[in-house]
Structure formats: C-alpha cells, structure tokens
C-alpha cells in the first residue's frame, strides 16, 4: 500500500523526478500518506461507517457519534467536522502564536506532558489531525494549552497570562454537588462551572460540541467539549460519572511533566465504574498543576472533592467543613462545594438549600457565582444520565446568561447501537 512504500525519503526522491502537472497532483495531506494506520480507501469507509453526526433535541448544538479505536474514533472526528476543525483549531493556534510569540513554548510544554500521556490519546490526536488534515503540531498545541494556563510558570510570560491571573481570563472555576434534602425530591445534581475565558481570545465557544465516544475498550461516555479538542474537562460516562475540576493556585512543585488534566479526566469517562475508580486513576495519574476535581456519581448519589497537587491527594465529603491554606467553606448538610467566590458560594448554597433544581441552578445560582470569565455550565442529573449545558457567546457574552441545552446519554447510546446496559 501507498503509505508501507513511501517512506519521506523516498516519497522525496520519487516527487523530485516527477514533471510539474504530475507533482501538482500530490496531496501531501492525503490519508495514505499521512497514516500508517488504514490500509485502503475501502478500509477508511469502513472506519467512517462506524461514526455519525447529528444535533441536539433544541437543533443548537453538534453530536459526534464516534466508535472503534482511539486512532478511529479521532479520525472520525477530524474528517466528519473537518471544517469546524480546521477553522477552530487553526484560529486558536494563530491566536496562540500572537499572544505567547514564539511556537517553541507550545511544541516544549507538549513535549513535556507527552511522555506521561497513554499510547491511545496520542493516537486520537493523529486521527484528528489526519482527518481534519491539520498539522500534527496544531493538535498538539491546543492539547498543551489547559496544563500551561494553570502552570505556576506562566507568571514569567506575557500581558495574557497576567490578565488570566486577575480574573479577566480567570482559570478558577468552581462546583458543587446537592442531594437529599437539599434537593426538592431528594434527587442528585452536581455542577460544573467552567471560568476559562477563551471566548475572549478565541473562536471555541463557537464550536460547542457533545461527543458520544463508544471505545472499544472501556465505557462509553459523553464530552461535553468543542471540536477538534479531545481532552475532557466536562463529561459524564454511561456509569453515572461525572467530570467536575478547577485549577487551585500555584504551590511550588507544579510542572508540565506530567499526566495533562484533560486526559486524566478523559479516563476517569472511560475507566469509571464508581469514584473509587476515580480516586484510583486520579491518584496514580503522575500530577502536573494543582487541581481540585468534584466527581459524583448518579448509581448511588454520592458525590466527592479531591484536592490533588505534586505533593498530596485529599478527600472530602458532602456536609463537612472544607478548609486547607486559606480558603474556608463551611459545612452545609447534603452539600459539597468549592469555588472562587467563598462567601458567594457559601450563601446563595445555604439559602437555596432544600429548593435546588436545574431551574433555580440556571436562574439564580450559576448567574450568582460565575466569574466574568465564565465559558461553559454543565448541570448533571447522572442517575438519570441527563444534563443541560451552555457556552459563552461571545467575548463579553459569558456563559452564565445564555440558554441552556439538554442532552440525554442514554437516549443517545440507544439512538447510535449502543444501549446502556
């Protein structure tokens, strides 16, 4: 086949002796050439045949049904939305380039994570970039990006890290978990509110995308994420498992050699039955930055916080009181919470308490907490694995004001072959 006889040397020497009308018709980008992994143009149909695309119930919001190997399943990504991927991820890195000056930072901060990054996701990023026809190196970037906005390091770059730092494109985020009879019907709800800031420098809240990821190891799961990126920092798995996270600061032994966020949590979607699953990956996942993760999980209506930095993996519990370097947050019964504004969260949580449903989350609680630079909010029902979710619109349009889309996993997993069983 084209791409076991052509290697670069020789697929150099061989356009070298080629006349100029025959050189024109080489596509360099072509999946032949680019990938070692499908055989034949009737072996790349059968790779698609296994994926879809379809919408939200509201008609807003893309689905991406993708199934098979890590390297398919980001295949299937790169050439189903080829287009939203290159414009999303081509604009990103450009605006990434203009903003930290020189690609070397991008290319060594990935180069750092990779070597604790597992075989299959580096394999997806190849799927992605051969079938969006990108740079391999452009996957890469936006793949580093999450680990280097909350780097201890970033302190030492430019006016953008600093303004990150300061809350215009605050990383702080926050979450919390109610149930029992902090919820009207004693149902689970836990939150997750994205403060990342990139639709002020960026085009991905354009491109909000949920992904129906059906391994063919593990469990299947949604991402609540963009197009063209793959890590996770928003999900729920078939399971009832769901993704909460925020970065916490910077304490000194934070590195980029290490485990990427986005991937830990993606495993956490593909590996988790229960949170002692979770606590497992988490803990033994070699630690970059400090990060404190909310994870709940809707078989049982359990819910837990870790607080996880190179030095320490803590756990804490609904109704207790939450205390560690200076922040202090008291305990309120049925509840788990953390987040940037303290006393914010404090107050709306305990006035709230007993009413809380995804309508007074939406209305008077998220609006109430987010920071200004608010991206994305994802409300879970994980024991009926629900949840609604919205993105910024525009650079000073944050999330927190926007409505809401619902999506409903197990309806989806029913709809692509795959019911939950």
């Known amino acids: 086949m084209l791409n076991k006889l052509f290697s670069p040397s020789l697929l150099a020497l061989t356009l070298s002796t080629l006349s100029g009308c025959a050189y024109l018709r080489i596509d360099p980008n072509h999946f032949l050439i680019r990938s070692d992994m499908i055989q034949s143009v009737e072996h790349e149909k059968e790779i698609l045949a296994k994926a879809k695309v379809g919408w939200t119930d509201d008609g807003k919001v893309r689905v991406l049904y993708v199934s098979g190997t890590p390297y398919e399943r980001g295949y299937q990504h790169g050439v189903l939305l080829r287009k939203e991927v290159q414009d999303n991820l081509l604009s990103m890195h450009e605006k990434l380039l203009d903003k930290f000056r020189y690609e070397e930072l991008l290319d060594e901060s990935f180069e750092r994570q990779r070597p604790f990054m597992p075989q299959e996701y580096i394999d997806e990023m190849h799927g992605l970039a ?218 709306v949580l305990t006035e709230k308490r007993g009413e809380i449903t995804p309508e007074i989350i939406m209305k008077d609680v998220i609006p109430f907490i987010a920071m200004p630079s608010n991206f994305q909010n994802v409300i879970y029902e994980p024991k009926g694995l629900q949840l609604w979710f919205n993105n910024a619109k525009g650079p000073k349009e944050s999330a927190a004001g926007q409505p809401y889309t619902y999506f409903n996993l197990k309806k989806a997993l029913e709809s692509f072959g795959h019911p939950v069983k």
């Open 130 to 347: 051969h079938g969006a026809r990108i740079p391999l190196r452009v996957v890469h970037a936006i793949h580093a990006l999450p680990e280097i906005t909350e780097w201890g390091g970033k302190k030492k770059l430019k006016k953008v890290i600093k303004d990150m730092m300061e809350g215009v494109y605050g990383t702080s985020c926050s979450n919390f978990s109610a149930t029992g009879k902090a919820t009207p019907d004693t149902t689970m709800y836990t939150v997750r509110i994205l403060d990342w800031g990139l639709h002020k420098i960026s085009k991905l809240h354009e491109y909000p995308l949920v992904t129906v990821n059906v391994p063919d190891k593990g469990i299947p799961s949604a991402n609540v994420g963009w197009v063209g990126f793959l890590g996770a920092v928003s999900g729920m798995n078939a399971q009832g498992i769901t993704l909460g996270e925020m970065g916490y600061g910077d304490p000194e032994g934070e590195t980029m050699r290490g485990m990427p966020m986005p991937f830990v949590l993606r495993s956490v979607l593909t590996y988790s039955k229960n949170l002692a699953d979770v606590r497992k990956i988490i803990k033994s996942s070699p630690p970059t930055n400090s990060f404190v993760y909310l994870m709940s999980d809707g078989k049982n209506n359990t819910s837990e916080l870790y607080v996880r930095d190179p030095f320490r993996f803590d756990v804490h519990k609904p109704g207790t009181l939450l205390k560690d370097r200076d922040n202090v947050f008291p305990a309120i019964p049925n509840i788990l919470y953390g987040g940037h504004y303290q006393d914010r969260m404090t107050k």
